[in-house]
């Protein structure tokens, strides 16, 4: 699903609602996530999950055209933790 598919869905449900105001609320919600990732906080949205980041440590790879070793440095990355409700829905 892409974001315009959920921005429709929401809409056709809510029709009381324009499309262009349930896009806002959309972008709005994810820009919020990902801001609060970026400073390092946790976001839990109940019976859905938490978005956290996790941090990678700098490690040594190889280039895969030219098999070159490389240093990749340290980085953080988003990461997702079900919650026991999506688990259980995803899983009847």
């Known amino acids: 699903m892409k974001k315009s598919d959920l921005v429709k869905i929401i809409a056709r449900k809510n029709p009381y609602f324009y499309l262009s105001d349930v896009d806002r609320v959309v ?41 070159e070793s490389v240093m990749v440095s340290q980085k953080s990355v988003p990461f997702f933790k079900a919650g026991k409700n999506l688990k259980k829905r995803i899983n009847i």
Do not use: H, M, Q, Y
């Not at 949205?45 to 490690?59: D, N």
């Open 27 to 67: 972008t709005t919600i994810l820009n919020e996530i990902t801001e609060s990732l970026s400073r390092g906080d946790r976001v839990e949205l109940r019976g859905f999950g938490v978005f956290s980041t996790r941090t990678r440590k700098a490690r040594a790879a190889r280039n895969p055209k030219t098999g």
